[in-house]
């Protein structure tokens, strides 16, 4: 039996993280064995490459060494949680994976996407979703939302300029384009049980 593989992407602000936590909850509550977690971290190793990648002392990293820091944590996660929770037959929430490595190192990093994905099928030999929920949000109301959340303290890739992050968002929205039969776009606009409703409503094609 294998599982189902759930990953949502997006820019800072979009509410992933608490829409992940209500899928999750909501899959729960039908009896489904889930598992949430989340990128870059969701094992120990990953969580070690994580405190590397977003503290904001040092100089920090160029994108290259990024991309591979990013596919490092990510091959850690996917041998020693992900895979092992899809054999056994459950569901794996994911907030963030490889799209974030395309969308940030590549889009807003400038290294090509044929290399994010060379990485990719070496690190874990590119599994990829199921269903990829992208949620998406005008810049202004996304910045709102961030100053309410982190008070100005934004992390290392957080804190980037406005244009880098819209290379990100144009990137995502060129991934969902070109597979739309992997990806779900929803509107991140409005009250979370609002959004919740929508994401439901995607999940309910593959789950
Ligand atoms: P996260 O903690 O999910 O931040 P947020 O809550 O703001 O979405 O992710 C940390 C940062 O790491 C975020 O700025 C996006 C970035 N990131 C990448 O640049 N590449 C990746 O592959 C992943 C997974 C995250």
């Known amino acids: 039996m294998t599982g189902l593989f759930i990953a949502f992407e997006g820019g800072e602000g979009a509410g992933k993280s608490t829409q992940a936590r209500l899928l999750a909850e909501a899959l729960r509550a039908q009896g489904r064995d889930v598992v949430l977690t989340r990128e870059p971290g ?11 990648l977003l503290s904001t002392e040092g100089e920090g990293w160029g994108p290259r060494a990024e991309a591979l820091l990013f596919a490092a944590a ?7 949680l992900i895979r092992p929770t899809l054999a056994r037959g459950a569901i794996v929430i994911c907030d963030r ?20 994905l060379a990485l990719h099928a070496i690190g874990s030999e590119g ?10 949000l005008a810049p202004d109301e996304a910045a709102h939302r961030l100053a309410l959340r982190d008070q100005g303290q934004s992390d290392r890739i957080g ?24 990806f779900a776009r ?7 049980a609002q959004v919740h409703a929508r994401v439901l409503a995607a999940v309910e094609r593959v789950a």
């Open 97 to 116: 994976f490889l799209d974030s490595s395309r969308a940030y190192q590549g889009g807003g990093g400038g290294v090509s996407d044929e290399d994010v």
């Open 42 to 52: 969701g094992t120990a190793g990953a969580e070690a490459i994580r405190a590397l």
């Open 186 to 192: 929803i509107d991140a606009a409005g009250d979370p």
């Open 127 to 136: 599994l990829l979703p199921d269903l990829t929920v992208l949620l998406t």
């Open 159 to 182: 804190g980037r300029d406005a244009a880098y992050h819209a290379r990100v968002a144009k990137a995502f929205e060129r991934f969902a384009a070109a597979e739309p039969q992997r």
């Open 74 to 80: 990510r091959a850690d996660h996917v041998e020693r």
